[in-house]
């Protein structure tokens, strides 16, 4: 090729002729690598190899274009996605714990259990039942452990319907069967949904990382796209004098404009997406995990009782988990005043419980503050207060996390799939205007 | 050039693939399986001192009436200081020890040797339930409960075998009831004794004599544990256990609460009880002692067996008589 370079200038005028006569060498020849390399001979030649690399290049970017948002969509979707799966877990943890609470309440009234109670666990029972259906179709990854939880989730439904049966007869193997569903629950399914939450958490973790990947795409392909528009601009404008190329320019500027309003829609949304993470989402999932660990603090308080005076390994576990709640609250921040004021009237309740049972060795007494009987230290009714407002919080929160994911996506500019015809336009504009040049040579 | 055109599109094919929906399965967690401890028990070890295993120590000048004033400095003087006898129960060993789910109250044979200790100490323990506090303990923490150093139990009543191993960690009272150990099959069983049951699954509580006569008494059959007696019954329901080995006392709960099961005839050693007192309180163990030669005398304890075993092992017979001869090591 370079040794043809000197040539153009002096051959523009005489360059229709020789173009009519090519033909004839090339069918001489019959060699298909001379034909492409004659394609390119000459200024023409030059002409049609910056059209197919500046055609290309647009086709490129078009697709980088649509590649990036829908890389930066789809990291937005998957988040709302696995959020959504994560507060899914979180609502099938806090049932499981919380019917939990319930079962190991009742045993302390014994076979008379109060018709609410029976009912919150039934239907916390029901729930769970219900998401672990929901959250199978909508995770197919979690499929297995899933499948899972629900074996163990049979077996400790039987236990406990057994404990009631005994209860109800008035035989004392009943509380046996108590603490084998209590087991069932605390060494087989909770380590289970455990699992789920690790998952669910490192994929929204993810995702949340995936948004602002997207960006890359578009400003990688535009600036690069750009540069080449600059070469092919700058070489045209000195090879026929001509200071500007309209359609190819125009080309350049729908580029420049694509890059522009996609690379700061797609920041928009990726920096939108990161405030809902450190807000609304981890304000979530510290809701969900104070639930859980109250909840869990709360059977432990009736297995201390139930142990009497042997239930040493429960009290260490209750103040484990009162201690995760308080930690959990911290995080929730503003709103969650109220949770702390709820809480400690909760704790406070507990403190006389263990008052009374450790100190005083008043079971009885203690027994019914836990089960609701007194009606002055009620920790029945402490605890529903703080269950109540922190589940109402906890809906508000996830909600939001939801639709602030939903807008972000849905406030992006279709370039997802406009990309394409964006760089096929560019690259019909560098075609036209390259051909006008072209034509001068026929 | 028209080469890299393909080779872009791959590439941004290929780049597109990361990045999707598809993640690896969620992997289910491998379960902790505890560590299995094939420990050999340790022979048992016999009386220091040479004397019977029953022997306990004798009621001497020193040692107060039930009911009357404790005399200074002793253990009991201490329970009465406290306001509360601290006692550990079982809670599931039905008509022995086991709390009611209806009335949600603690009682059996145990129970009421609880109560009157308690009555010998604390006049008004049969209308103030706060005097006696019942810790239910399981069959392995009978002798650490006792020897516990911080907040230990005063007294254990947990249906405990006096013998002489034990009475190397503590003290017992006299013997308030002889018990012998059976075994319980399924009534389909076509077993006629623990000699027949081979190859079967007998459970027995950890840590319990039961556990150690049985694998005496047949080697061959495969023994599993429960940490309490009730543990085995729920094995025994759930087809996990074929058997139950157990002090027939314990048994006759079981045959109450499932009426599949049957007591094999077969009684396959001399289960006598003793309230467990830690070696440190020696002037307790004779006291507690008096209450129980009165209870046997007054018929108290006749009335107790009528109440609690009658129905299932028959009419009461003589109790036990009480035998002393041991002196305390400790003061």
């Known amino acids: 090729m370079t040794q043809t370079q000197s040539a153009p200038p002096a051959t523009v005028p005489a360059a229709p002729p020789p173009g009519a006569s090519q033909p004839a060498p090339n069918a001489r020849t019959a060699n298909p690598r001379g034909a492409v390399a004659q394609w390119f001979e000459g200024t023409p030649g030059r002409m049609r190899a910056f ?148 998952a669910n958490e490192k994929r929204v973790d993810t995702e949340f990382d995936g948004i602002g990947k997207g960006t890359i795409w578009v400003l990688a392909g535009g600036l690069l796209s750009l540069v080449i528009f600059a070469i092919t601009l700058r070489w045209l404008a000195r090879r026929t004098h001509r200071y ?100 400690t009237a909760y704790k406070n309740v507990h403190t006389k419980v263990r008052t009374a049972d450790g100190t005083e060795g008043n079971w009885d007494g203690a027994v019914a503050m836990a089960v609701g009987k007194n009606t002055a230290d009620n920790s029945v009714a402490t605890f529903s207060a703080f269950d109540a407002s922190s589940n109402q919080q906890l809906t508000r929160t996830s909600t939001a996390v939801q639709s602030e994911l939903k807008d972000a996506r849905d406030g992006l500019p279709p370039i997802g799939w406009l990309g394409i015809p964006i760089g096929i336009l560019a690259a019909l504009l560098v075609a036209w205007g390259m051909s006008q040049r072209l034509e001068e040579y026929r | ?129 706060n005097r006696v506090e019942l810790r239910v303990i399981s069959s392995p923490a009978r002798i650490p409960s006792l020897r516990d150093t911080k907040n230990p139990v005063d007294i254990v009543a947990r249906n405990m075998t006096i013998n002489c191993d034990r009475w190397n960690d503590i003290a017992f009272s006299a013997e308030y009831y002889r018990s012998g150990q059976k075994t319980l099959v399924q009534s389909d069983n076509p077993a006629k004794s623990t000699a027949d049951l081979s190859g079967q699954t007998v459970c027995a509580p950890a840590g319990s004599t039961s556990l150690t006569n049985l694998k005496e008494k047949n080697p061959k059959v495969k023994a599993v544990t429960a940490d309490t007696d009730t543990g085995c019954l729920v094995m025994f329901q759930q087809g996990k256990a074929q058997g139950i080995s157990g002090d027939d006392t314990v048994l006759a709960g079981d045959v109450a609460q499932d009426p599949y099961a049957k007591v094999l005839p077969e009684r396959f050693s001399d289960e006598p009880y003793g309230l467990g007192i830690s070696l440190t309180h020696p002037e307790f163990v004779k006291f507690v002692n008096v209450v129980l030669q009165q209870m046997k005398d007054d018929g108290r304890w006749k009335t107790s067996y009528d109440k609690w075993f009658a129905l299932a092992l028959g009419k009461a017979p003589v109790p036990p008589v009480a035998v002393y001869g041991r002196v305390p090591v400790h003061g």
Not at chain 1, 145 to 170: D, F, H, P, S, W
Not at chain 2, 79 to 98: M, P, Q
Request: proline share 5%; net charge neutral; hydrophobic share 45%.
């Open chain 2, 1 to 129: 050039m028209k080469k890299l055109i393909p080779l872009a599109a791959a590439t941004a094919l290929l780049l597109t693939a990361c990045g999707n929906g598809n993640y690896a399965a969620t992997q289910i967690p491998a379960k902790e399986t505890p560590p299995t401890t094939s420990t050999t028990p340790a022979a048992p070890r016999p009386c220091a001192d040479g004397q019977s295993a029953l022997a306990s120590y004798a009621p001497d000048a020193e040692t107060p009436a039930p009911g009357g004033a404790m005399p200074a400095g002793s253990w009991m003087a201490k329970i009465k200081e406290r306001g509360r006898l601290i006692a550990g129960v079982s809670a599931d060993s039905f008509n022995l020890g086991y709390r009611d789910p209806i009335t949600g109250k603690i009682q059996g044979f145990d129970i009421d040797m609880i109560q009157a200790v308690a009555k010998g100490i604390f006049p008004d323990a049969d209308t103030n339930p």
């Open chain 1, 244 to 343: 500007l190329n309209v359609p190819i320019a125009a080309g350049a500027a729908i580029v420049l404009l694509t890059t522009v309003i996609g690379g700061v829609a797609l920041a928009g949304a990726s920096s939108s997406a990161k405030d809902t993470r450190s807000a609304e989402y981890d304000r979530t999932l510290a809701l969900s995990r104070a639930r859980i660990a109250a909840y869990d603090a709360r059977s432990n308080e009736s297995l201390t009782l139930i142990a009497r005076g042997s239930g040493d390994a429960f009290d260490k576990a209750y103040t484990a988990a009162a201690a995760q709640v308080d930690e959990q609250l911290g995080k929730v921040g503003g709103s969650g005043g109220n949770l702390q004021r709820l809480w």
């Open chain 1, 51 to 198: 059209l197919i690399l500046a055609a290309a290049m647009s086709v490129v970017f078009g697709l980088a274009a649509a590649q990036g948002f829908s890389q930066s969509e789809g990291a937005l979707d998957r988040a709302q996605a696995n959020t959504a799966q994560l507060v899914r877990i979180q609502a099938i943890h806090t049932n499981l714990v919380s019917a939990n609470a319930d079962a190991t309440n009742a045993f302390l009234v014994g076979g008379l259990e109060p018709p609410d109670q029976r009912a919150h666990f039934v239907n916390s029972l029901a729930a769970a039942a219900g998401l672990i259906a929901e959250a199978a179709t909508a995770q197919p990854a979690d499929r297995d452990v899933l499948g899972a939880l629900n074996k163990t989730l049979i077996t400790y439904g039987g236990l406990i319907e057994q404990a009631r049966a005994n209860n109800r007869q008035g035989l004392p193997i009943g509380s046996q069967y108590l603490k084998d569903a209590n087991s069932v629950l605390q060494d087989d399914s909770l380590p289970l949904v455990k699992a789920l939450v690790e």
